[in-house]
């Protein structure tokens, strides 16, 4: 299996004004990403709203995105369900849709003790031969994985890679000094991208990659290149935006920005409100700032 690094876009799910999948919408933002020079895609992440998707909704935005890329770059689709056998399924539906990895945020309802949380990756990679990501998010899933289960998890020969989206920088080595090399970190914090990449993570699974794609591969190149002047410069001038994004509403104000720059954003699925006139406002100044409006 060869190994990916590098940015991955984790992409928004655009829905029309009746909340039905934009199918064209979806392709032409694919096809954007890879023109900036993006490294990968991700379909069905947590800024997809992949909760609020059917099952053959998502079937139909990995089908949708693996034909778009065309192979062209890594495509990585979520396939977590609350129960392992779904999991099972739809992670074998995307391998054989042709995608590169799947990510897998634990079972986000019931609260799995760490040994369930380990026998669900076990499982998973067990039965399906493609690279898995572990997603560490306990801010939305309500499920913290461990370092020392990670560790375990690490030993399973088709799980490389893990999203650390605590928010807690010490994780980073943590898991790094536990596992000696047998997985890659992947920074799932935006406003700890140039502090993760860094302590060593080699990808970085992006929600601002919606927005402003070219720039966030060229935080991580330069950080990569060891070039840290000029990375801390470009840092510092995404950092309102990155922390104007972990601020709460992500998927709302990731659209909305995508909107305000002529892509394909769209209204978030309802329960999920669009910003309000004075959100938006200060979105705009945030774009403005950073020279991209």
């Keep these: 299996m060869k190994k990916l690094k590098g940015t991955f876009a984790v992409m928004v799910t655009p829905f029309k004004q009746n909340e039905d999948l934009d199918e064209k919408g979806l392709r032409e933002n694919i096809r954007w990403y890879i023109k900036e020079g993006i490294h990968g895609v991700i379909c069905n992440g947590s800024t997809s709203e992949f909760a609020n998707l059917s099952k053959e909704e998502r079937k139909r935005v990995i089908d949708i995105t693996v034909e778009t890329a065309k192979g062209q770059v890594p495509v990585m689709s979520g396939t977590a369900a609350h129960s392992t056998r779904e999991t099972i399924e739809m992670t074998a539906y995307a391998q054989e849709a042709g995608c590169d990895a799947v990510l897998l945020v634990p079972p986000y309802y019931g609260g799995p003790n760490q040994e369930e949380i380990y026998e669900y990756y076990r499982e998973v990679a067990a039965a399906v031969p ?138 978030p699925r309802k329960p999920f409100l669009t910003l309000t006139n004075q959100q938006r406002s200060e979105l705009r100044r945030v774009l403005d700032d950073l020279g991209v409006l």
């Design 130 to 267: 493609i690279q898995i990501m572990v997603y560490n998010n306990p801010y939305t899933s309500g499920v913290d994985i461990q370092p020392k289960t990670i560790a375990r998890i690490a030993e399973i020969d088709n799980v490389p890679y893990v999203k650390e989206s605590s928010g807690d920088i010490r994780r980073i080595h943590e898991i790094i000094s536990l596992c000696g090399g047998k997985i890659d970190v992947w920074c799932g914090w935006e406003d700890l991208a140039y502090e993760s990449l860094m302590l060593g993570c080699k990808g970085w699974v992006c929600p601002t990659s919606n927005i402003i794609p070219k720039m966030t591969v060229q935080l991580l190149t330069l950080v990569q290149a060891k070039r840290m002047r000029e990375a801390e410069k470009l840092y510092y001038k995404m950092l309102p935006l990155l922390m104007y994004l972990e601020a709460g509403q992500l998927g709302a104000k990731v659209k909305a920005a995508m909107d305000l720059l002529g892509r394909c954003g769209g209204k």
